[in-house]
């Protein structure tokens, strides 16, 4: 039995797509950023923000949210995370804050999870037709320091201050803080690659020309580009994506997510319904390869051997698979309009190669 009735069919219900907006809602925080995942409430991400605020922006523009409203929790969330900001990062964001927009300790600057911020902001206000909004925004956008992360017209993946400070006791039994010089360690490795790197590129107005194509990444990296602007490009390696996953496990939704026994990169036993749900409402043909499968159409991730659902919503997977349901929707009403091809294409790309483990681990950041 094809018991399949995802995002792409219940969102037809505009009580269901309310719900489904409120849902993301609620991990705004009473600061008005938002949350990296529900059972974390002090742990904000820059990512989250973005994808957060241009998810309801979209709910607005399909007549769910009030205009004025959703403008005002953009502009709250932008100013207070680039005010909380430190000016030695350049512009750039820390992935992970507290909930005043103060870097965590542990999180590393991030050129993608700021990419995914400013993209998100900006579209929010193109969306709701507020100009003096996005001039806002795009002037800090136009004070980050784009040449401190670039290696060879690549971007780094970000840096990492170190050293930040040490507690020392004193000759009494007490404690003074002692603060040593920060050292900046560079992240290694660049956003040369098929992957969501190529947000960067299209925020800055700069060419991208990867030089390893794969297809074999998680697919929320194929996706995240089209959450922002139409790609000819990155379309082809979603839907190759696609059928890859369809060949090798006979179905498809395989991303990085939650699981089970904590965060996964693709675990063939763990998929996101939700970005299934976006992603077919462009390609529905796809849905044919679910036909055996048992899924709950509103969960952020779940298990299929088991069939444990994850509770704990992670608001970057929650609020960009609402932005492509939104996104896609509003493409489908006006087939007259002609996608946006990119700039360059990439050129004479390696074929599949593999990547090191631990820079793998370092697109999860």
Not at 138 to 160: A, E, M, P
Not at 182 to 192: A, D, M, V
Not at 217 to 230: D, E, I, R, T
Request: charged share 20%.
């Amino acid at each position: 039995m094809f018991s399949v009735m995802l995002l792409s069919v219940t969102f037809l219900f505009s009580g269901s797509e309310s719900a489904y907006l409120d849902r993301i809602d609620t991990l705004r925080d009473s600061k008005g950023l938002f949350l990296d995942r529900r059972s974390d409430p002090t742990t904000v991400s820059a990512a989250a923000t973005g994808f957060g605020v241009l998810a309801l922006a979209e709910g607005a523009s399909r007549g769910l949210r009030n205009r004025e409203d959703t403008l005002e929790i953009a502009r709250v969330a932008f100013e207070r995370t680039v005010n909380a900001n430190p000016k030695k990062n350049r512009g750039w964001l820390s992935h992970f804050t507290d909930n005043e927009g103060n870097p965590k300790p542990y999180s590393e600057v991030s050129t993608i999870d700021t990419a995914i911020f400013y993209f998100g902001m900006l579209r929010a206000a193109q969306l709701l037709n507020a100009p003096e909004l996005e001039a806002q925004f795009r002037l800090s956008l136009s004070q980050i320091d784009t040449q401190f992360v670039l290696r060879d017209g690549y971007f780094l993946h970000g840096f990492h201050w170190t050293n930040q400070g040490t507690q020392l006791l004193t000759a009494a039994g007490g404690s003074r803080s002692s603060f040593v010089e920060e050292s900046l360690q560079f992240i290694p490795y660049t956003w040369s690659d098929s992957s969501e790197g190529a947000i960067l590129y299209r925020l800055f107005d700069l060419p991208f020309q990867f030089q390893i194509r794969r297809t074999d990444y998680p697919l929320f990296v194929y996706a995240y580009p089209l959450c922002f602007y139409n790609d000819p490009i990155y379309e082809t390696l979603l839907k190759e994506a696609i059928e890859a996953q369809i060949s090798l496990y006979g179905y498809w939704g395989v991303t990085s997510t939650n699981g089970p026994q904590g965060y996964v990169i693709l675990d063939r036993n763990v998929i996101s319904p939700v970005l299934i749900g976006g992603i077919a409402t462009k390609y529905p043909e796809y849905l044919e390869a679910l036909k055996s499968l048992v899924i709950q159409v509103s969960a952020v991730s779940m298990h299929l051997p088991s069939g444990w659902i994850d509770n704990d919503d992670l608001t970057i997977d929650l609020a960009s698979a609402y932005i492509l349901f939104s996104k896609f929707s509003r493409e489908a009403m006006a087939p007259h309009v002609a996608p946006v091809a990119t700039e360059v294409e990439a050129f004479k790309p390696e074929e599949q190669t593999d990547t090191p483990k631990d820079a793998v681990a370092a697109k999860a950041e």
